[in-house]
């Protein structure tokens, strides 16, 4: 531990911030709904996919279920969500339902990530910080050259974001202080957290997140440290060449 | 989990098998023994530092001790080694002692290791399955350019390698089977542990890892499924285009 207070690491979160979940998953739920005759809009389906997401977390941040990988509850809300579209999980082979949970594992970035990152790499450690498993995040960076210098987040602590652990234990294996990691989030609730343990914080506009019509996070709700309009910009407002 | 047994993901030990040690820390020890006036060789110091190792995790090992990280191990060993040497500790400011101890976290390659992983990462998952915790081998990726595609090892699993859980939960983490696993290290007996664990074994062959004098691992002690003289040679017996 040092007094310096000059950000040595950046954590990401990643849905969102770094990769377009809605985009990707439709684009992998569409030819699964053709091919089973199901009416359903593919961006509807990732939509009613992801509104499961946060609820099953907090049965585990909750304490009330032990810490299970994200891949897990994926597919668990992946059955929960044909049912409510009236399909039934039983009718699709299990290989079929662990390739469409995959589809979270090929998100593509958005257009400024890789770049981004790339020039955030070469000044400070850079790692998710997501509530994504650890074989999620390689696979994912793996397809899109995204170049982490480590994969940390939730499987690593054990705990679901925000959870205060979370950003306090990874901080504590970086070695280093709160003031000297920054997460980087597209989403106000995230930073809260990490401010709230101490971390710097930098705020991604990310307008279509969650499709044209979005009406969250589309502005800085608190004074953040950084706020910018995507990752080349937070590289350039923290003095990275391009 | 799949039946196919064809290697997804190769995990590389890396103290001795990735990088030299030996000659890194004795390259940071020499300017600490001169600063200090000690008639002690650098390498030497270094050899009688790497005998704490094995036995400071063993407490880990067994239970006696609860996990901590390899950075607290290497500096409580720094301390004896130092007293080993009729050196008093606290003779010497606690930033340098820690300065020190980072030498650990700025190792060289082999020659061969940076050309040979970035050769096998095109086809495989490649991660350290090291003792280092995340931190240490992060600073030293950075460094050498090591393009680990995650830190796993130690610390993810919060136990010391060769215990059984540290294959085991690695290669859970990984989604994988142990058939899909390799693991990769100089030393037959971190492969044996791994072979107990199912996973797949590649033993490389690191003749000077302990000097020109070296009388261990110089050979296959058992017929692993590969043996290699670098990792260069290793990608090529794993269909790794140069």
Redesign the interface.
């Known amino acids: 531990m040092t007094m310096d207070s000059a950000i040595k690491a950046l954590l990401f979160d990643v849905f969102g911030t770094v990769v377009d979940w809605r985009g990707g998953v439709a684009r992998e739920v569409g030819p699964f709904l053709s091919r089973h005759n199901m009416a359903v809009d593919a961006t509807e389906f990732a939509d009613a996919w992801r509104r499961e997401y946060s609820p099953a977390m907090e049965e585990i941040r909750s304490g009330r279920r032990s810490f299970v990988r994200l ?1 897990v509850l994926h597919k668990e809300n992946l059955v929960k969500v044909l049912r409510s579209f009236g399909i039934d999980a039983d009718s699709v082979t299990a290989a079929e339902l662990d390739e469409l949970n995959l589809a979270w594992h090929r998100l593509d970035p958005w257009p400024d990530s890789v770049e981004g990152l790339l020039r955030l790499k070469r000044q400070f ?1 850079i ?1 998710p910080l997501s509530n994504g ?3 999620l ?2 696979d994912m ?2 397809r899109a050259a995204l170049p ?5 987040g939730a ?2 602590v054990r705990a679901y974001k925000p959870s205060p652990q979370v950003y306090a234990d990874t901080t504590e ?3 280093l202080s709160p003031s000297q990691v920054c997460m980087v989030a597209a989403h106000n609730g995230d930073l809260a957290a990490a401010r709230q343990c101490g971390l710097k914080t930098a705020f991604v506009l990310r307008p279509v997140e969650h499709g044209p019509d979005q009406q969250s996070d589309l502005r800085a709700e608190q004074p953040w440290d950084y706020e910018a309009a995507d990752l080349n910009d937070l590289a350039t407002q923290l003095g990275c060449p391009t």
């Open positions: 891949d450690i790692a498993n650890i074989r995040m390689v960076a793996k982490w210098d480590a994969i940390l499987e690593v294996i970086l070695g």
